[in-house]
Antibody, heavy 117, light 110 residues
Framework: QVQLVESGGGVVQPGRSLRLSCAAS????????MHWVRQAPGKGLEWVAI????????YYPDSVKGRFTISRDNSKNTLSLQMNSLRPEDTALYYCASLKGTGPDYWGQGTLVTVSS | QSALAQPASVSGSPGQSITISCTET?????????VSWYQQHPGKAPKLMIYEGSERPSGVSNRFSGSKSGNTASLTISGLQAEDEADYYCCSYAGSDTYVFGPGTRVTVL
């Protein structure tokens, strides 16, 4: 069955970096664009990044542009999110997802990132 | 960038119908047919309920339906059940390969 398993979350100080990973299985990962979506504690969903199926095109909202970088390794069915210059407002549960509109709709269970001194 | 507005909360009694609206508040309405709706129960990942405005994925109850009028998309839940109590989010393609989620609507079954 389809699985998206995120890892790499943790507690990090403001201004530091963290790298999230997502291991995909059960579907043709290399055929679809992939996304990161986050959810701050008790808050709503926020779209964070998209990467095309081949990794060539990447897009971000203004809130993370220039600080976050999405990447993928289709040979390993892995999606990554490099997060630099982290801020307290980046504290959230980060989901790896394939969203309807760019492919089938699949979500992981998320990995928690806490930015705090 | 595009922004979406949803009511903070909607409630209804079992068996009733409720409608959640999702209104685009920017001028970028060209891609609005690509609205999806997600249901999220506490501690769970979001679940797709409606895509492309009105299409229902396999396995989703036909009590859930989607529609659009002007710059507002809507999710209607008919025959409201206790299990429908959850948060609901609309999601829209916002142009230039970006996406946006609405702030979410808490549905309460009275």
């Amino acid at each position: 069955q389809v699985q998206l398993v995120e890892s790499g979350g943790g507690v990090v100080q403001p201004g530091r970096s963290l790298r999230l990973s997502c291991a995909a299985s059960g579907f043709t990962f290399s055929s679809y664009a992939m996304h990161w979506v986050r959810q701050a504690p008790g808050k709503g969903l926020e779209w964070v990044a998209i990467i095309s199926y081949d990794g060539r095109n990447k897009y971000y909202p203004d809130s993370v542009k220039g600080r976050f970088t999405i990447s993928r390794d289709n040979s390993k069915n892995t999606l990554s999110l490099q997060m630099n210059s982290l801020r307290p407002e980046d504290t959230a549960l980060y989901y790896c997802a394939s969203l309807k509109g760019t492919g089938p709709d699949y979500w992981g269970q998320g990995t928690l990132v806490t930015v705090s001194s | 960038q595009s922004a979406l507005a949803q009511p903070a909360s909607v409630s209804g009694s079992p068996g009733q119908s409720i409608t959640i609206s999702c209104t685009e508040t920017s001028s970028d309405v060209g891609s609005y047919n690509l609205v999806s709706w997600y249901q999220q129960h506490p501690g769970k990942a979001p679940k797709l309920m409606i895509y492309e405005g009105s299409e229902r994925p396999s396995g989703v109850s036909n009590r859930f339906s989607g529609s659009k009028s002007g710059n507002t998309a809507s999710l209607t839940i008919s025959g409201l059940q206790a299990e429908d109590e959850a948060d609901y989010y609309c999601c829209s393609y916002a142009g230039s390969d970006t996406y946006v989620f609405g702030p979410g609507t808490r549905v309460t079954v009275l």
